[in-house]
């Protein structure tokens, strides 16, 4: 018995023992943790259209060490950014900020077709009778960004300024909440803002008396930033005719054309610098954030149909601009080792000009004026007299809602007879109802196309056209040379630097809705309202 006894004492005393044991086993990781690294004071985000890996990987020799080569180098690197389908600028971008596809952010481009007026305009701009910069504004971005969200968690106290050539995408880098937003105007080459952002400081109205954009474009001159022979991989031809172009004043779209070439990336850095100089980002109450929007795509007004040396040329230029910027923050701004920087790019475009007929490719133009024609005879034949098709923008065809009610017709069957007919015509790829592509009754890439779809924007059928076809509309004005459809992929490279995150690549393609989540996950304050999808856990040093 007392052998018994002392073999229950001695159990209960090891399990004593253990349990003691265990207990100091798992507080010791939380006695002995390492502290959270500190808050980045300042948030500087870079949205660089048409940004490519494939570029990136050519020229990484001739960059220099302090821009781009230190972000593949010290920086987070997403090698794929997926934003599902091929999408403009204007509509990655807000995914970028919002961290939510368009059909949960409010943009699925960077036009809005509308219905009534039968015409198309800026997705930002909310008069369309008055196409002025103050009628811009964010009302159509339903969901809230990562600017709006550090300025709510700061209570004002922090500051939000975003600089872009554009519009657009300088609206999506300032959301809602952001002090300001500027970006160059068509009609001037001011910089230019809207009602929604009161705050314009002083230092702009000076800038554009001493350093107007009317003036750069009086002298410069857009040339090969380096030795042609030091360009990978151009053409013997290309290195006997190397690239100048002016944007001089007998040029009636002298702005357009500046803003669509990366030479404008060093004006947007510019102002960018003076704001670190003049606005003391990083060192108010809450932290800070400047949004900028940057250029790489291939020039569209270029007179050559290759366009490799100019848009090298680009990525040179752009290493440069990231590298004086980067060096502003660390002279005027509260330095790189106290700010989160972020690049993220856009998916290049799938529309490339038309090659030279003498190489016989497979193509064709497909007439949306010619397209109407038809489907209206055909629809009157069917369904009976009226216009049933009002319009065409951005892939759709839009239905006569009115001539569909009043004659009493299932919308559904009228939907289904024009997908029908379009099929049959030539240099059509697929046609698609908007039924069916948001049941994701579709070929390929179904759950990407719905979530990138719009319904209150979107038309009724989905055309795609073969590739190496033109689409022709007889009313557009903005695009200056012939483009031609190519399937093409839907990513771009992204970067994060960051206090406590250590440099890491990740060659897997990464939901592009991820990096506002991580980004507003590293400032420790809460994701945008329509992200979600978790934040990346990145590794720490």
Not at 35 to 59: K, M
Not at 198 to 217: E, F, G, K, M
Not at 408 to 437: C, H, N, Q
Request: aromatic share 8%; hydrophobic share 40%.
């Amino acid at each position: 018995m007392a052998f018994s006894n002392n073999l229950t004492i001695n159990k209960t005393t090891v399990a004593r023992k253990l349990a003691a044991a265990f207990i100091l086993t798992m507080a010791a990781p939380a006695a002995h943790s390492e502290d959270p690294a500190a808050r980045p004071v300042l948030v500087v985000g870079v949205t660089v259209e048409g940004l490519s890996a494939d570029y990136l990987e050519l020229l990484q020799g001739k960059f220099g060490p302090d821009g781009l080569n230190r972000l593949l180098k010290d920086a987070v690197t997403i090698t794929d950014l997926d934003f599902g389908t091929p999408l403009d600028g204007a509509a990655a971008a807000t995914v970028i900020h919002t961290g939510a596809a368009p059909t949960v952010n409010g943009i699925a481009a960077g036009s809005f077709y509308n219905r009534d007026l039968k015409r198309s305009y800026s997705a930002f701009l909310t008069d369309p009778a008055a196409d002025i910069p103050a009628n811009y504004s964010p009302q159509r971005i339903i969901a809230t960004t990562i600017a709006d969200e550090l300025r709510i968690d700061g209570g004002g106290m922090g500051e939000v300024h975003s600089i872009a050539p554009d519009a657009a995408l300088a609206i999506a880098g300032a959301g809602h909440a952001a002090n300001t937003a500027h970006w160059i105007s068509d009609t001037d080459g001011r910089w230019v803002t809207s009602a929604a952002y009161p705050d314009s400081p002083p230092l702009i109205q000076n800038y554009n008396r001493t350093h107007s954009v009317a003036t750069v474009l009086d002298t410069l001159a857009w040339a090969p930033v380096i030795s042609v022979s030091e360009y990978p991989d151009i053409p013997s031809f290309r290195r006997a005719y190397p690239f100048t172009i002016r944007f001089g004043r007998g040029e009636a779209a002298r702005y357009a054309m500046f803003k669509s070439a990366p030479v404008v990336n060093q004006v947007v850095t510019d102002l960018a610098i003076e704001y670190m100089r003049s606005l003391d980002p990083g060192k108010h109450e809450a932290p800070d954030m400047i949004s900028l929007a940057y250029t790489v795509r291939p020039y569209p007004y270029g007179r050559d149909n290759d366009y490799k040396l100019e848009t090298m040329d680009g990525y040179l230029r752009l290493d440069r601009d990231i590298a004086r910027l980067m060096k502003a923050i660390d002279e005027n701004g509260p330095g790189m080792d106290r700010t989160l920087f972020f690049v993220a790019g856009t998916p290049p475009t799938s529309r490339t000009r038309r090659d030279d007929e003498k190489w016989q490719l497979p193509g064709g133009e497909f007439h949306v004026k010619r397209a109407i024609s038809l489907l209206n005879l055909y629809l009157i034949q069917k369904f009976g007299n009226g216009e049933w098709i009002t319009g065409y923008h951005n892939g759709y065809f839009y239905i006569n809602p009115t001539l569909v009610a009043n004659l009493e017709i299932d919308p559904v069957v009228v939907r289904k007879e024009t997908a029908a007919f379009l099929r049959r015509m030539s240099g059509v790829a697929y046609a698609y109802t908007i039924d069916e592509v948001t049941s994701r009754d579709i070929h390929d890439n179904s759950e990407a196309v719905c979530r990138n779809t719009r319904l209150d924007s979107s038309g009724d059928v989905l055309v795609t056209v073969a590739p190496g076809w033109q689409i022709i509309e007889e009313n557009q004005t903005s695009t200056p040379v012939p483009l031609v459809e190519r399937m093409a992929s839907s990513t771009s490279p992204a970067f994060i630097m960051a206090p406590g995150v250590a440099p890491q690549k990740i060659t897997v393609p990464v939901d592009a809705r991820v990096l506002a989540p991580t980004v507003t996950g590293l400032m420790r304050i809460r994701a945008p309202s329509g992200a979600s999808i978790a934040p990346l856990r990145l590794l720490k040093p």
